[in-house]
């Protein structure tokens, strides 16, 4: 998406001077263009092709890492040197959390782990962690994050360690280099009898066959078992 502002500036309609990235809830983005240096939400959102804008939020992630939300009449100064980029989300309230002392706001109750560390400019070598009173809560990049609860929620960043443990059996750990495996490679590390079928166990519980060709990243504290042929004893 280019969108041309044309706002009265007195600059040549031809010539854009600011550029912008726009994402959506799945942080996704496109490019949007103003002719001048001060624009408000409204503008912001009408680029982005949003409208009603009373259903929609506009947010300014800011060098610094925070993301505030922007009122529709409110006016910004967008910077020729850093990335000006903003969130136009639809949503109502706003649920605010920090990562590291970054204020954030957010309109929608759930974010996945690796957006949150998008918004915090964290790499791969580092995890989101929710500090809990006994037992911290370390969030893998797939995991959806409840925003929406009672409170502020508050996130460190830590290290990230490079291998996993990883369960087979009921009660056989094993410390795995953290990346993902084919269901064959699984089989050959586990020691799974031959002929054997490998079972990714749910959180529910659940049993699921992992298929021949299945590659599958693994994560802490993943269950496995196995199962004998159908029709086959064991």
């Known amino acids: 998406m280019e969108t041309l502002v044309d706002n009265d500036s007195g600059r040549h309609p031809g010539r854009t001077e600011f550029e912008v990235e726009i994402g959506d809830r799945n942080f996704e983005f496109e490019r949007a263009e103003f002719d001048d240096a001060i624009v408000t939400g409204a503008q ?10 009373e259903d929609f939020v506009v947010l300014k992630h800011l060098k610094s890492g925070e993301l505030e939300s922007l009122r529709p009449t409110e006016a910004i100064e967008l910077s020729r040197k850093d990335t ?9 309230d706003v649920n605010r959390f920090f990562v590291e002392g970054l204020s954030m706001e957010w309109p929608r109750a759930k ?15 580092k995890s989101l962690v929710l500090e809990r009173a006994g037992v911290d809560q370390v969030f893998d990049d797939a995991d959806e994050v409840d925003l929406g609860g009672n ?3 508050r996130f460190k960043l830590r290290k990230r360690r490079k291998t996993v443990t990883v369960i087979y059996g009921g009660d056989i750990e094993f410390e795995l280099e953290r990346r993902a ?8 590390v586990f020691g799974v009898p031959e002929g054997y079928r490998l079972d990714l166990i ?23 078992g196995s199962h004998p042929p159908i029709g086959q004893s064991s």
């Open 84 to 92: 000006n980029r903003f969130f136009v989300i639809k949503g109502g």
């Open 111 to 125: 974010l996945l782990a690796w957006q949150i560390k998008f918004l915090a400019g964290a790499g791969e070598d």
């Open 44 to 53: 912001v959102a009408m680029a982005a092709g949003k409208h009603p804008l």
């Open 181 to 188: 495996y084919t269901t064959a490679e699984l089989i050959a």
């Open 151 to 153: 409170g502020t929620e």
């Open 202 to 224: 749910g959180a529910d519980g659940v049993f699921r066959e992992m298929a021949p060709e299945e590659s599958l990243k693994i994560r802490d504290g993943m269950e496995f």
